[in-house]
């Protein structure tokens, strides 16, 4: 039951519209019919202003952190249950109730969740691996979405060789199935409409026109 009660918290954490309700705040738009339509921190930096987008970004990392707590403090939950919470939230994220299940492409969730996970079940080293994965690429692209792909496409491989757990493993995988779903479309007309592959791979966000 607490296992049940845990993962419906998770999900509804990650459902909170982050996105939606600054941009409300900030400028009375729909997030949802400006930019990519996309319930997230980088259309929110994009089409609000960089600090709407860092303050949705940092919000939406604080729900998959805030899942993950509960799950293993309130709830005392087993690791394999925990991670369920979290993989709960980022499901949350990309398809929230409150939005008739649009939403977001759920990476603010994950690494807040995968930020608290590494620590609390100590491998930090793998912890590090994975910023590092997300972070190079960045800085060399300045591509957000491509450096987090990069990170989460290489999570299971991470996650095997530090945990030797199939059930670990198998859940880094779903996390990049799940967060996959939603990039995919994104990526296919970004690489449809690039004038080369360059183009593609190297990003320079745009700051928005009202600033």
Known sequence: MNGFAAVITGYL????PTAYLVARF????????????????????????????????????????????????VFDLSPVAVMLTGLACVIGHNWMVWLKFSGG?????ALGALAVLFPLYHYPWPGLIFAALIILPLIITRNVALSMGTGLFLLPVLAWFSTRDLVTAGLAVALL???GLKFLPTALEA??????????????????KNG
Not at 36 to 53: C, H, Q
Not at 191 to 208: A, E, M, N, Q, V
Request: aromatic share 6%.
């Open 13 to 16: 954490l990650g459902s909170i």
């Open 26 to 73: 900030r400028t009375g738009k729909d997030i949802r019919q400006i930019g990519g339509g996309n319930v997230g921190a980088l259309n929110t930096f994009r089409e609000i202003s960089p600090a709407a987008g860092v303050l949705v970004m940092l919000i939406d990392m604080a729900k998959g952190a805030l899942a993950i707590v509960l799950a293993y403090r």
């Open 105 to 109: 492409k759920g990476m603010g969730a």
């Open 177 to 179: 199935v799940i967060i």
């Open 191 to 208: 690489l449809k409409t690039s004038k080369s592959g360059k183009d593609f791979i190297f990003d320079h966000c745009k700051r928005p």
